[in-house]
């Protein structure tokens, strides 16, 4: 695929939505970041009506940890890993309180450093929460990358590098989520609804379907 393609494909995601964001429910950085680590192998309807119930009781890392497990857990039993995402969530804030004055770093390394928080974890953190130029791949970006021919990789970390190489600056900050709502309601994993897909035309995906 060509730099014209791809500019053509973000410039026709933009038009169609020209403020894309996550559709994890949260109001600041610690909240998203609660959000993003619950999702993990979970919809984000399932973390959202978790945290429906979770943030109005308890919103910041001392909240959360005076909690407890067994109060955390009352509130996540529904979602996937519910244990271990909760050992996970009471870790990383004892290191939001005890390393970072009870905030959430802007800084990778730090991040990544957290329970739970792998690299696509701190990517979402970095680039919804302070606006950073990342691209967070998970399974559907992934997908949507090499099927389209947008950004071939047969990692999530080759993808993501090549990502970052191929878009173009103006489009970086919301390419992560213009990619996942894409590939979460139209560039679907069993069978893509190629009829409705505003890129169809600019897509190398060679098994485009009819209806």
């Not at 020209?18 to 919809?43: C, W």
């Not at 909690?67 to 996540?76: D, K, S």
């Not at 080759?158 to 213009?178: G, M």
């Amino acid at each position: 695929m060509n730099a014209a393609k791809r500019r053509e494909i973000y410039a026709r995601l933009r038009a169609a939505n020209p403020a894309p964001t996550t559709e994890l429910a949260y109001k600041n950085p610690f909240e998203l970041l609660l959000a993003v680590i619950l999702s993990a192998q979970a919809t984000d309807k399932s973390v959202n009506l978790a945290t429906a119930t979770l943030f109005p009781r308890a919103n910041t890392p001392a909240l959360i940890l005076a909690l407890g497990e067994a109060g955390l857990i009352e509130h996540i039993r529904r979602i996937g890993l519910f244990q271990t995402k909760a050992r996970n969530i009471l870790a990383t804030c004892r290191l939001l309180i005890d390393k970072h004055g009870g905030e959430v770093p802007a800084d990778r390394a730090a991040l990544e450093a957290l329970p739970g928080v792998g690299r696509k974890t701190a990517n979402v953190i970095l680039n919804t929460a302070f606006g950073q130029p990342t691209i967070a791949v998970d399974t559907h970006i992934f997908r949507l990358a090499n099927r389209i021919g947008l950004a071939p990789g047969k990692t999530v970390l080759d993808v993501e590098n090549r990502l970052l190489k191929v878009t173009p600056d103006e489009f970086k900050h919301d390419a992560h989520n213009w990619l996942i709502l894409h590939g979460r309601y139209v560039c679907k994993a069993r069978k893509p609804d190629c009829p409705i897909c505003i890129i169809a035309d600019l897509c190398d995906y060679k098994e485009k379907t009819r209806s």
